[in-house]
């Protein structure tokens, strides 16, 4: 059976001051875009909205980095610098997980799609709206 029923995945940066949970299908679908942060981290974004996303930590352990148009709001682990989550720009009404910083147990199958974000103008249309939990 595919897990397309929506569960609470756990997750958070490498130090453990930012924690968090997202609510998604255990068979997630993720993409790997080759923009100039993503390609330098490794990030696999997981979409999702923002009533599926709940900071389970205080904010103040954030730090915000914005670059380019200054839309995307890049939050950072201020101890261990990990980017576990952010507000894209693609979805300024949700947020992007990286798939890599979710808790081990939850996470049945993982689908990478590539996503061509050094042309991000031309391609953002392709991009999926949510992942729906």
Known sequence: MMGTEPVT???GCHCGAVRFEVDAP???RVQS???SI???T????LLVPAAGFRLLTDPVALVEYRFNTGTARHLFCSRCGIKSFYVPRSHPDGYSVNARC???GTVTSLAVEEFDGRHWEANVG???RFETP
Not at 42 to 45: D, F, M
């Open 33 to 35: 875009c080759n923009c």
């Open 9 to 11: 995945h756990h997750g």
């Open 38 to 40: 993503c390609a330098m």
């Open 42 to 45: 490794g990030y696999l974004h």
């Open 26 to 28: 255990r068979d997630l």
């Open 102 to 104: 979710l808790d081990h």
């Open 126 to 128: 392709g991009l999926p």
